[in-house]
């Protein structure tokens, strides 16, 4: 069971835009930065978003981060079949003193 | 280019001991924060532990404290993860991963699997 909330699928057709939420607590996302990373099959992950909103160099900004107090959401637009992967939340944890990881959210483009 | 790169796993018998390398290369390794992470076969991302960069900091995840020490040598680039009592569900790819802040993986390796098993 994981600190962070995902829900273990999501799906959307070309063009789509998708919304992958991961809902926290207080000791986590209330209280700290929300990151999200990517990850292809056979694959190591990749950082997708960090500080809540903000993309590192290279990453289309069809991507986008949003936090609302203790939950964050990934929000992928004009969706393409590249998109497909694994899409992870993270947190610090105050009350765990480590970092938190959602379960995972499998994307399909349908 | 930062470059990290895991050596060192392999299979080992529930309960025995195994070492992991990460050697970094491409940055200043010793003004960054590093942490291992790690995956079981199917499943998703569990963090394991860090280190700051002058090791006065490290914090475990619980289902390894006690167990796993990590550690580095800033003089040699290098970042280590000692896994004593080994456990089936240890069992996993075993990731480094650079720190810009706790949480903010930068950098990843590509991975060095572990596999327990009797």
């Known amino acids: 069971q994981s600190v962070l909330t995902q829900p273990p699928s999501a799906s959307g057709t070309p063009g789509q835009r998708v919304i992958i939420p991961c809902s926290g607590s207080?000791?986590?996302?209330?209280?700290?930065?929300v990151y999200w990373y990517q990850q292809f099959p056979g694959m190591a992950p990749r950082l997708l978003i960090y500080r809540n909103n903000q993309r590192p160099s290279g990453v289309p900004d069809r991507f986008s981060g949003s936090k609302s107090g203790t939950s964050a959401s990934l929000a992928i637009s004009g969706l393409r079949s590249e998109d497909e992967a694994d899409y992870y939340c993270?947190?610090?944890?105050?009350?765990?003193?480590?970092?938190?990881f959602g379960g995972g959210t499998k994307l399909t483009v349908l | 280019e930062v470059q990290l790169v895991e050596s060192g796993g392999g299979l080992v018998q529930p309960g025995g001991s195994l070492r992991l390398s990460c050697a970094a290369s491409g940055f200043t390794f010793s003004t960054y924060t590093m942490n291992w992470v790690r995956q079981a076969p199917g499943k998703g991302l569990e963090w394991v532990s860090f280190?700051?960069?002058?090791?006065?900091?490290?914090y475990y995840a619980d289902s390894v404290k006690g167990r796993f020490t990590i550690s580095r040598d800033n003089a040699k680039n290098s970042l280590y993860l000692q896994m004593n009592s080994l456990r089936d569900e240890d069992t996993a790819i075993y990731y480094c991963?650079?720190?810009?802040?706790?949480?903010?993986?930068?950098?990843w390796g590509q991975g060095t699997l572990v596999t327990v098993s009797s």
């Open positions: 991963a650079r720190d810009q802040a706790p949480g903010w993986h930068d950098y």
């Open positions: 280190i700051s960069s002058s090791s006065n900091t490290i």
């Open positions: 207080t000791s986590n996302i209330g209280s700290n930065y």
């Open positions: 993270a947190a610090w944890d105050d009350s765990l003193s480590g970092v938190v």
